[in-house]
T-cell receptor
């Protein structure tokens, strides 16, 4: 099976812009989770979607949002970008039978 | 709330040696999973090993094994016959069973295998 894919791999934006990141899960996986990784805060949970419904959300401002489509692909959006949003954004899809998350390669976002 | 603590920010060993990475966690739940993930310089997060809390037997995957002590809330990873390719950041992570898929990660241990 193909692994989790994320696009784009790299992004450079300026403060105030918005950005959309995409994640395609492993075939058959219906749960997609998003994480932000920074040197200072480590790995932090953003949100999780299952069957197009957000089941859980981390402690991030409302500028961070997401959605999931009927084919389980997911997008996350960050509006009004701030310098502190510079991070590696990781997406993971879950094998429900084992509650195990498999990660994509990440999207490196740089905000200037 | 669940927390995961990795007390060793960095470790370094010689190739072929055995190394043990420590992890402790805190939860009031009794059913959960624990994981070790590695993140090499490519930044790809790779699953190393998985442990179900309701199983007393420690998980093993080739050269990787865990020492799971539920009462002590301890979950260490042992790497035997270490190889240069094992050089990476290692993260311990926790998730509840059958809940929303939210992993709680430790701060990570940077492991360097020296030739």
């Amino acid at each position: 099976k193909a692994g989790v894919t994320q696009t784009p791999r790299y992004l450079i934006k300026t403060r105030g812009q918005q950005v959309t990141l995409s994640c395609s899960p492993i075939s058959g996986h219906r749960s997609v989770s998003w994480y932000q990784q920074t040197p200072g805060q480590g790995l932090q949970f953003l949100f999780e979607y299952f069957s197009e419904t957000q089941r859980n959300k981390g402690n991030f401002p409302g500028r961070f949002s997401g959605r999931q489509f009927s084919n389980s692909r997911s997008e996350m959006n960050v509006s009004t970008l701030e310098l502190g949003d510079s991070a590696l954004y990781l997406c993971a899809s879950t094998a429900v039978s084992t509650d195990t998350q498999y990660f994509g390669p990440g999207t490196r976002l740089t905000v200037l | 709330a669940q927390t995961v603590t990795q007390s060793q920010p960095e470790m370094s060993v010689q190739e072929a040696e055995t190394v043990t990475l420590s992890c402790t966690y805190d939860t009031s739940e009794s059913n959960y999973y624990l994981f070790w993930y590695k993140q090499p310089p490519s930044r790809q997060m790779i699953l190393v090993i998985r442990q179900e809390a309701y199983k007393q037997q420690n998980a093993t995957e080739n050269r990787f094994s865990v020492n799971f002590q539920k009462a002590a809330k301890s979950f260490s990873l042992k790497i035997s016959d270490s190889q240069l390719g094992d050089t990476a950041m290692y993260f311990c992570a926790f998730t509840l069973i059958q809940g929303a898929q939210k992993l709680v990660f430790g701060q990570g241990t940077r492991l360097t295998i020296n030739p």
